[in-house]
């Protein structure tokens, strides 16, 4: 089993997210982590993914393998599932973060998921839910009774991750990266 992370690239105008120091040391060479400029949140996926690997977990994210020559997104999304073996996916949200980078990521998993081609219990979204302030989304019931998952952060390109949990995904609320870790763990074994 293999764990691919899919997650924004940058923080929005003026967002200056606690990186703890964990994360810190897992970054790649030469990124800044101070308190005026924080790692983006690639970077921190890119240390989330070390530390896995540190775990012994099979993980990766995009942007770790080469653009190949005449290779769109979606070519190179495919081969990574296929050649990696890649059977898990997981959504880092942090709360904050830019969310369009995504698009074609969750897009391509609606598909799968529809045709039954990827498993809904092998797709989960970690999102941050921090009951102190920072909540980027929530599950909430509806008067039928069924649970529906919605985005907190307003005019925010979010409203297919609820599709994606309609067909099966798997939401996870986290509230400091330690939990993220051990949950992101935990779902790509």
């Known amino acids: 089993m293999s764990l691919l992370l899919f997650g924004p690239s940058a923080w929005l105008k003026g967002n200056r997210p606690t990186i ?3 994360v810190v040391g897992v970054l790649p060479p030469g990124v800044p982590a101070t308190a005026s400029v924080p790692p983006s949140p690639k970077d921190i996926r890119f240390g989330l993914v070390a530390r896995l690997r540190l775990a012994e977990v099979k993980a990766t994210a995009l942007e770790l393998h080469h ?7 979606a070519d190179k999304l495919f081969r990574i599932v296929h050649d990696g ?3 898990r996916f997981a959504f880092y ?5 830019v969310r369009p980078a995504v698009d ?3 897009g391509w998993l609606l598909h799968g998921l529809q045709h039954r081609e990827v498993a809904g219990e092998h797709v989960g979204i970690f999102y941050e839910w921090d009951p102190e302030g920072r909540k980027a989304a929530h599950e909430r019931p509806t008067t039928s009774g069924r649970a529906v ?4 952060e307003q005019e925010r390109r979010t409203t297919f991750y609820q599709s ?3 067909w099966g995904a798997t939401p996870i609320p986290w509230s400091n990266y ?4 051990e949950f992101l763990e935990v779902f790509a074994r």
């Not at 653009?67 to 997104?73: F, G, T, Y």
């Not at 949200?93 to 973060?97: E, I, L, S, T």
């Not at 330690?178 to 870790?181: G, N, P, Q, T, Y």
């Open 178 to 181: 330690e939990d993220l870790l």
């Open 149 to 152: 998952f919605e985005s907190l």
């Open 93 to 97: 949200w942090p709360f904050g973060a």
């Open 85 to 87: 073996t890649v059977d």
């Open 164 to 166: 994606l949990v309609a």
């Open 20 to 22: 703890p120091p964990w």
């Open 67 to 73: 653009d190949r020559p005449d290779e769109d997104p």
């Open 104 to 106: 074609i990521e969750v």
